[in-house]
């Protein structure tokens, strides 16, 4: 999120993906103008690395957009892959340990970060990061961690905070954080419960959460600290979800993308000035069983998502952003 000039463009037109964007229905929203970036002209979909199980994660790194997964089936090795033009991605490797759901990336202290849940029933939660984009630290555990889904992780405020749903029935969420990368605060539980992996964003002044609700409650949530520790009550973000939804910003503008609820594998979109009033829902291109990946690359607004219940094939679509 370094394009701090992208700020400037904060009275422009609202999201739109591809030629036709269609509205979804929502729940009761406040609508506010909000600020966002104009973004046309994205690319068809496109395949890249191997196939996966689970959702792919995003993050911008050097001039580059560097994609974490997990592969295919019972196939639970960690691979990245980056590509600096959004056409020519590098050979996918491997990378960390092993994982049953996809990992999370973030960028902090001019590293690439990556986390994880451990493989098949094992809940511990693992890190490792790289600073030139190929070799990757030993793996080490955050501790008092543990979930049955993928952790999010991202640097705000000049610290690097992980959040993660708690293990098994355990449907709170939790929350540490590191100035150095080394020594960990201890997990804070914060926001409301949910059956799948939250999500987290955030800037120089605020971190920002969202996340579904619990069980049968499809409902998309979302909250914000100034000091990580005294979070916002619970908003509603319009939507509904069976999986995580995924957060990225631009300037003081959040955006979340998430799957439709339930057997819906439609992708949709919405935006909210400083996280507090959110946008009604647009549907964007694409289709997936998980969660899709959200991110701001040098060169525009980068999607990643896994193809539909039973395939297996990742896909993604960038737009440049207007300037």
């Known amino acids: 999120m370094r394009l701090r000039g992208l700020a400037l463009l904060a009275t422009t037109l609202m999201l739109v993906f591809t030629a036709g964007v269609t509205s979804a229905s929502a729940s009761s929203v406040e609508e506010t103008p909000t600020t966002s970036i104009s973004m046309r002209g994205w690319t068809p979909p496109r395949n890249f690395g191997g196939g996966s199980g689970a959702a792919?994660?995003?993050?911008?790194?050097?001039?580059?957009?560097?994609?974490?997964?997990?592969?295919?089936?019972?196939?639970?090795?960690?691979?990245?892959?980056?590509?600096?033009?959004?056409v020519n991605w590098t050979s996918q490797a491997t990378f960390g340990g092993a994982s049953s759901t996809g990992p999370a990336l973030a960028v902090f202290n001019r590293r690439l970060y990556a986390a994880w849940k451990g493989a098949g029933s094992d809940g511990r939660l693992f890190l490792s990061s790289t600073d030139d984009g190929r070799n990757w630290s030993h793996e080490v555990a955050l501790p008092g961690a543990a979930s049955s889904v993928r952790p999010t992780i991202t640097a705000a405020k000049g610290r690097l905070h992980v959040a993660w749903k708690g293990a098994g029935n355990d449907t709170r969420l939790h929350i540490a954080s590191t100035v150095d990368g080394s020594s960990w605060s201890a997990p804070r539980t914060f926001g409301g419960g949910s059956s799948a992996a939250p999500s987290l964003v955030g800037d120089h002044g605020r971190l920002y959460a969202a996340w579904r609700g619990v069980g049968a409650d499809q409902r998309l949530f979302a909250a914000r600290t100034k000091n990580g520790v005294d979070w916002s009550e619970p908003s509603a973000v319009g939507g509904e979800s069976s999986t995580s939804?995924?957060?990225?910003?631009?300037?003081?503008?959040?955006?979340?993308?998430?799957?439709?609820?339930?057997?819906?594998?439609?992708?949709?979109?919405?935006?909210?000035?400083?996280?507090?009033?959110?946008?009604?829902?647009?549907?964007?291109?694409?289709h997936s069983s998980d969660s899709p990946a959200f991110t701001l690359a040098s060169f525009g607004f980068f999607l990643a998502w896994k193809g539909v219940a039973g395939d297996d094939r990742l896909f993604y679509s960038w737009a440049p952003t207007s300037r």
Do not use: C, I
């Open 245 to 286: 939804p995924g957060l990225a910003m631009v300037g003081n503008v959040v955006h979340a993308v998430w799957k439709g609820p339930g057997t819906d594998q439609r992708l949709f979109h919405s935006s909210a000035v400083g996280g507090l009033h959110w946008a009604p829902p647009e549907q964007l291109g694409g």
């Open 56 to 86: 792919p994660a995003l993050a911008s790194y050097g001039g580059r957009v560097y994609a974490a997964w997990k592969g295919a089936g019972a196939d639970q090795r960690l691979f990245f892959s980056s590509t600096g033009d959004g």
